[in-house]
Nanobody, 123 residues
């Protein structure tokens, strides 16, 4: 079992930045890749980024490359999503998820999910 708890969401103006955190716990958490997904109102949940637990490998959806950065702090068992130059279309609930499948963008590959954190970007 892996438990994931997201934090760091909030309201920000367009052009601003936020850093989301995902605290991971569980006996086997170090064997999982962790990813970030987001779901805007009325839309399907979509992949944003993923990272290996070692941090040596990362994977992004093309549309977010250059603005979003995924990283991890193994000492804190925490994965981060740094979001810069935010746009109103980035408004969504952001979810952290865990998978044993190498850096997948497919949400069906992820076995564990957090409860989500709301990010709202005002214009």
């Amino acid at each position: 079992q892996v438990q994931l708890v997201e934090s760091g969401g909030g309201l920000v103006q367009a052009g601003g930045s936020l850093r989301l955190s995902c605290a991971a716990s569980g006996r086997t958490v170090s064997s999982y890749y962790l990813g970030w997904f987001r779901q805007a109102p009325g839309k399907e949940r979509e992949f944003a980024a993923a990272i290996s637990w070692s941090g040596f490998s990362t994977f992004y959806t093309d549309s977010l490359k250059g603005r979003f950065t995924i990283s991890r702090d193994n000492a804190k068992n925490t994965v981060y999503l740094q979001m810069n130059s935010l746009k109103p279309e980035d408004t969504a609930v952001y979810y952290c998820a865990a998978t044993r499948v190498h850096l997948k963008a497919d949400r069906d590959a992820y076995a564990y999910w957090g409860q989500g954190t709301q990010v709202t970007v005002s214009s």
